[in-house]
């Protein structure tokens, strides 16, 4: 199976190249990125543990999803499309605020993404890929900000920053 390719963006989110995703992360390279928040009727979110084998940050609590759109796909195709894929459902989304952010890894890799927060409402359990994702739940947003500042160590590097700056757009 071909390497993904990653939208290589400029500061306005303007495409100005494709690169294997892996070669775009050794270099800190800005590409597009989405992060999926669903929330239930209860206003939690669903977040997800990634799998234990995953490249980089295994293990690690984070959003209900997040990934990279391919070219020609609107955010919310893609978002749509990776939530089916990681968490087994679909629900609309909505696109919410974007910004830059870049978080490097111990491995030697770094997130460098123009990141577009999309948020949806479900109300069921996901029926997890276990390849992505090992395990689930819902938290209030208030329990997930005094988690992260309890725990940091077990959330992802991205989630981190991408909660904090949703967490102000509130």
Known sequence: ??????????????????????????????????SVFIFNKNNELMLQKRALDKYHS????????????????????????????????TTELKETISFIYK?????????????????GNYNNNPIINHSEV??????SLEDVKKDIANNPSIYTEWFKIIFDKFYQHL
Do not use: Y
Not at 4 to 31: F, R, S, T
């Open 134 to 139: 090992s395990g689930w739940k819902w938290m």
């Open 58 to 89: 295994p293990g690690q609590w984070t959003n209900t999803c997040c990934s990279h759109q391919r070219e020609g796909e609107s955010n919310l195709e893609a978002g749509k499309r990776r939530l089916q894929e990681e968490m087994g459902f």
């Open 1 to 34: 199976m071909p390497e993904e390719l990653v939208i290589l963006v400029n500061n306005k989110d303007e495409q100005i190249g494709l690169m294997p995703k892996l070669e775009a992360h050794n270099k800190a390279l800005l590409h597009r990125a989405f």
């Open 103 to 119: 978080a490097p890894f111990d491995n030697g890799l770094t997130e460098h993404e123009f990141d577009h927060i999309l948020v």
